[in-house]
């Protein structure tokens, strides 16, 4: 055996990493015909590209695609979400909750930020994605910041006893 063949390079192994990742997105699919949804394959480039610049740009490094399944199964069933702004749908989440698991420093587990990211599409924006881009992150990091604090009180206060 020649040694060149014993090692992955640096390269094939991110081959093999992205092509990982455009299989898992690409399995969304299965989750999602139940309401006549799907990626297609510009579309599933299109959700790797934002995954791999959000986390890039929040300086986060993430293995496997576990957040991007939870919001794909948080979101695909809103009465907002059809086949024409779905995958937009789908992006702007991921961007938005990379940047709140950074901005918070991970204080907030995955799950709650899913959930108050639908709940706020939902019930605030009423499925405005410029409405969730812009002020509503802002709302979402404060309440996050307001709970820590009560949190942090409520600690304090059961010291003094």
């Given at each position: 055996m020649n040694k060149k063949n014993r090692f992955f390079t640096a390269e094939k192994l991110l081959s093999a990493s992205v092509n990982g990742i455009n299989n898992d997105i690409t399995s969304l699919n299965d989750l999602i015909a139940v309401k006549g949804l799907y990626l297609t394959q510009n579309d599933v480039r299109e959700v790797v590209r934002t995954r791999t610049r959000a986390l890039a740009e929040n300086c986060r490094f993430e293995i496997g695609t576990e957040s991007v399944r939870k919001i794909t199964?948080?979101?695909?069933?809103?009465?907002?979400?059809?086949?024409?702004?779905?995958?937009?749908?789908?992006?702007?989440?991921?961007?938005?909750?990379?940047?709140?698991?950074?901005?918070?420093?991970d204080s907030i587990p995955d799950d709650d930020v899913v959930r108050l990211l639908k709940d706020m599409y939902e019930?605030?924006?009423?499925?405005?994605?410029?409405?969730?881009?812009?002020?509503?992150?802002?709302?979402?990091l404060h309440y996050i910041e307001t709970e820590k604090a009560k949190k942090a009180s409520n600690g304090r206060k059961g010291e003094g006893r």
């Open positions: 199964e948080s979101i695909f069933s809103s009465q907002f979400v059809d086949r024409s702004n779905f995958c937009d749908t789908l992006c702007t989440f991921i961007r938005i909750f990379y940047y709140i698991k950074t901005a918070s420093f019930n605030v924006c009423y499925g405005s994605l410029s409405e969730m881009k812009g002020r509503e992150v802002d709302m979402i």
